[in-house]
Every structure is written in structure tokens, then in C-alpha cells.
């Protein structure tokens, strides 16, 4: 029965790490969070595509560390666990995995950190959006496919 209870759980972990990379793609598209310096006029919608397009213009350098954060760390790490998962690499690759998925959590600090900068000066209206929460889900439902037992690094 155990076994079984295992078979099923790796079953589910394959699947959900193919469905990242369908997810990911769409939730670097998706808006975050609203912004505006007042509802009266409209808020934009800003987007981890949009905000790359934005830093790209004013700094080259953190667009690109945004860029690593936001979207190779992530692809790379579910691109990764997917060839764990289908025998195409070795287990020595699941540590380096791990690091990848620690990478795409800097981000969503990145966002909070934005978002609460933004409500505490006071200037202007900052609202959540849904894609907030779909990359955010993407990114934990990463780390947690990680940490399941079969895809943990062997300890030395």
C-alpha cells in the first residue's frame, strides 16, 4: 500500500511540475499589482514583462538581475526537476535544483518589499492583483515539489 501511496504522490509531482511550465510562462504576463497615484485616474497594471520593459530603460543591470530572478531561476529549476523526474539527469543535479528555487523566492520578496514601500509612503494607490498570486503560487508549489522526498538531494 505504501508503495502505491508513493507511486501516486510522484504521479502528482510530475504532473504539477509540467503545469509550471505552462504556469510560469503566463504569470510573468499576468499583472501583479495595480498601481496609480489616484483610483480617480485609473491604475496601471504592472507585470513582471512590463516592469522588466520598464527597468530595461532606466537600469540595464537590474532588469537583468530581475530577469535571472523572475525568469531563468525558476524555468531553469522546473526544466530541471523535470528531467530529474524522467531519468534524463542524475541525482547530482538536485542540490544545484534547490539553489534555483531559493533563487525565484528573491523575487516575491522583491514584490512584497515594492508593494509595502509603496502603502507606507502614503503616495498614491497600490492594490494587489491575481497574477500576484499565481506567480507566487507558481514559485512555492516549486519549492515544494523539492522538497518530496524522492527529489531530495542525498545527504551526505
Known amino acids: ?4 501511496q508513493r507511486h501516486i504522490m510522484q504521479r502528482i509531482a510530475i504532473w504539477l511540475n509540467l503545469a509550471l511550465l505552462v504556469l510560469y510562462p503566463l504569470s510573468w504576463f499576468a499583472p501583479l499589482i495595480r498601481a496609480g497615484l489616484l483610483p480617480l485616474f485609473g491604475l496601471s497594471e504592472i507585470s513582471v514583462a512590463t516592469g522588466i520593459l520598464a527597468l530595461w530603460e532606466k537600469d540595464i543591470f537590474l532588469a537583468l538581475v530581475v530577469i535571472l530572478f523572475a525568469l531563468v531561476a525558476p524555468m531553469a529549476k522546473t526544466a530541471g526537476l523535470a528531467l530529474v523526474q ?3 539527469i542524475g541525482t547530482r543535479f538536485k542540490p544545484g535544483l534547490r539553489v534555483l528555487g ?4 528573491a523575487d516575491i520578496f522583491l514584490i512584497s518589499l515594492y508593494i509595502t514601500v509603496a502603502k507606507g509612503i502614503g503616495v498614491g494607490t497600490v492594490e494587489t492583483a491575481w497574477g500576484l498570486y499565481l506567480f ?10 523539492s522538497y518530496i ?4 538531494p ?3
Open 136 to 145: 507566487s503560487g507558481c514559485v512555492l508549489t516549486s519549492l515544494a515539489l
Open 154 to 156: 542525498e545527504q551526505p
Open 1 to 4: 500500500m505504501v508503495e502505491a
Open 149 to 152: 522526498p524522492q527529489f531530495k
Open 86 to 88: 524522467f531519468g534524463r
Open 102 to 105: 531559493t533563487l525565484a523566492m
